[in-house]
């Protein structure tokens, strides 16, 4: 299969949210991470959160130590900084699922999410990704809540709604441990 038709057979399969089939995609990890990559930067919020859904996917099923997966995560960070001169704007709700799936990984990489919590434009995103890690067991840190206070009163509901339920499961998670 040509390059081009592999692209639009990934794209087939995220569209019909077959996750079997993208996490066995047929492909070099590097090229399936990248390619998903150019999908969170499509102009279709669907195909977007698609692609979030799916680099879980496909990163649960890479093997420990996957090079290509470490340097895509490195990426996905990098396209978060000014200086990248190519800003990912999903790439916290990717650099959430990926962890929320790889446990292995979460010590490593959880730890640089939460100063994104003031950089424009990542703050609801990165709210996203903590929740998602802190719903799969990932110990959210008490000491969020100063980061997250300003969200907390934000004018964007989802920004609010995602910031009081951060609050909530960190405050859960330090009651239970």
Known sequence: MKRRERGERLKELLEARDWKGVAAFPSASGWLLRRLLGFLQDTSPGLRWRAVMGLGRVAEGLPPGDPALAEFIRTLFWSMNDESGNLCRMAPEALGEILRSRPDLRPS??????????EEPFETGTLWALCRLAEAGWPANPGLRHLIGDSLHHPDPRRRGLARRLARLASARTEVS
């Open 109 to 118: 990489y959880a730890p640089l999410l939460p100063q994104f919590l003031v």
